[in-house]
Nanobody, 116 residues
Framework: QVQVVESGGGLVQPGGSLRLSCTVSGNIFTIFLMAWYRQAPGKQRELVAEITRIGSPNYADSVKGRFTISRDSAERTVYLQMNDLKPEDTAVYYC??????????WGQGTQVTVSS
């Protein structure tokens, strides 16, 4: 069984920063992709950033230059550093991992609210 747990959300003023963390545990062979998605009220879930085993990151145009995805050396935790946050970044942020020979797993989500 695989568990995916996010943390680090909260309330921040426009222009502020937050760092999200996502830790994966359980019976895991290899995680070949880790990603962050977000879903704002009334909108579809969208990809924010993703990173593969070889470390190639990919970002949504709306967050390029402001957000950075990274992964720890054990490849069990993925981070999302969010800088210069805007009200339109307000959403529930979800972590997704693709585990080799197992499947795709999602976390429960963490709320990020950007408001003055």
């Amino acid at each position: 069984q695989v568990q995916v747990v996010e943390s680090g959300g909260g309330l921040v003023q426009p222009g502020g920063s937050l760092r999200l963390s996502c830790t994966v545990s359980g019976n895991i062979f290899t995680i070949f992709l880790m990603a962050w998605y977000r879903q704002a009220p009334g909108k579809q879930r969208e990809l924010v950033a993703e990173i593969t085993r070889i470390g190639s990151p990919n970002y949504a145009d709306s967050v390029k230059g402001r957000f950075t995805i990274s992964r720890d050396s054990a490849e069990r935790t993925v981070y999302l550093q969010m800088n210069d946050l805007k009200p339109e970044d307000t959403a529930v942020y979800y972590c997704k991992v693709n585990v080799q020979m197992s499947g795709t797993y999602w976390g429960q989500g963490t709320q990020v609210t950007v408001s003055s």
